[in-house]
């Protein structure tokens, strides 16, 4: 392992004012999409995750998608996790699978150009879970993703995702990803995995979509960054965020006011799929006639969370397009 390398891939996908977009979604029209929304041409993206099908695939000239993104300044990235499965004993939980083969898997993603990966667990919050079983399982499973990664040269993307589909509060949300974050990095680190050589990409402390006490966005912000500080070492070289069902506005608004409480020992920036990729995809619809709209659509929403990621966005830019 080059841990120099590592640390410059990392530091490149959290650079000041760029984020990564996760366009990981098992779909065959993913091309299409890509070029609805001009991913290989947006100056506020650092990196794109590609999953198994797309890392593979070529423009029409031969051009292999992995060199378009590269060419426009940004990393490949690949989603290397191969999903969930019944965690055994643990009713309603989950445990993330694609750990055989992943070493063979990551020499051919090296080789066609991946320099970072993803793998996303899961875990749920409702009456009695998550069980410390589905933790435990998680992180073991992330760590010896990670140090398999960094091994082949590949930045690890550690996602320890709590969901936001229940109907629990923000101090619910806040105390299970404290869980999740400290026992995933007790994990990191019985693995040796080098935290300058990777990127967190955790969930926010935000309340259950279906609690009726909504924590506003500075209860979010404030609450979020207590969380980080308290369970995420400063070696790390920076923190990109999932979006997780928020919406696109909120997503950017809670970014924005966490950079803008300043001092953090890492950068946070996002690493949104959905609240990226929605806008154009509704402005798109699949029809060639709104492949500009589509394009607009995705630039604005980049520009704006690039904006957020300096603590310098504001809600009335919303309304005005992007140039
Ligand atoms: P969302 O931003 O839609 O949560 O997706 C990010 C991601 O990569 C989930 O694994």
């Known amino acids: 392992m080059n841990l120099s390398d590592l640390n410059k891939i990392a530091q490149a996908m959290v650079t000041p004012s760029k984020g990564i977009l996760a366009a990981d979604e098992s779909s065959g029209t993913i091309k299409k999409r890509f070029d609805a929304i001009g991913v290989d041409s947006n100056p506020d993206i650092s990196g794109v995750i590609l999953y198994d099908e797309t890392i593979w695939q070529e423009a029409k000239d031969g051009t292999p998608l992995v060199k378009l993104i590269e060419q426009a300044g940004a990393i490949p990235g690949i989603k290397v996790d191969e999903g969930t499965q019944a965690l055994p004993n643990c009713p309603g939980e989950l445990i993330t699978v694609g750990l055989d ?167 946070l920036t996002f690493s949104y799929g959905r609240a990226l990729q929605s806008a154009p995809q509704k402005a798109w619809s699949g029809r060639s006639e709104n492949v500009a709209a589509g394009q607009q659509a995705f630039t604005h929403r980049a520009r704006m969370n690039s904006l957020a990621s300096q603590g310098k966005w504001k809600s009335d830019l919303e309304t005005k397009k992007a140039a």
């Open 101 to 267: 083969k992943l070493a063979e898997r990551l020499k051919k993603y090296y080789e066609r150009g991946a320099r970072f990966a993803k793998w996303r667990a899961v875990i749920d919050i409702g009456p009695r879970i998550p069980s410390y079983t589905a933790i435990r399982t998680n992180a073991h499973a992330l760590a010896r993703y990670a140090a398999l990664c960094q091994v082949a040269q590949i930045v690890p993307i550690v996602e320890p995702e709590v969901l936001m589909d229940g109907d629990h509060d923000i101090d619910r949300c806040y105390e299970v990803t404290e869980f999740a974050l400290k026992e995933t990095f007790q994990e990191l680190y019985y693995q040796k995995v080098a935290l300058e050589g990777m990127i967190l990409k955790p969930n926010m402390a935000v309340s259950g979509k279906k609690s009726a006490k909504q924590a506003g966005i500075d209860e979010v912000a404030e609450k979020t960054v207590r969380l980080l500080r308290n369970c995420v070492p400063s070696a790390g070289p920076g923190i990109a965020f999932l979006s997780g069902g928020q919406s696109d506005e909120e997503a950017t608004a809670h970014l924005d006011a966490m950079n803008r409480i300043g001092g953090l020992p890492w950068k």
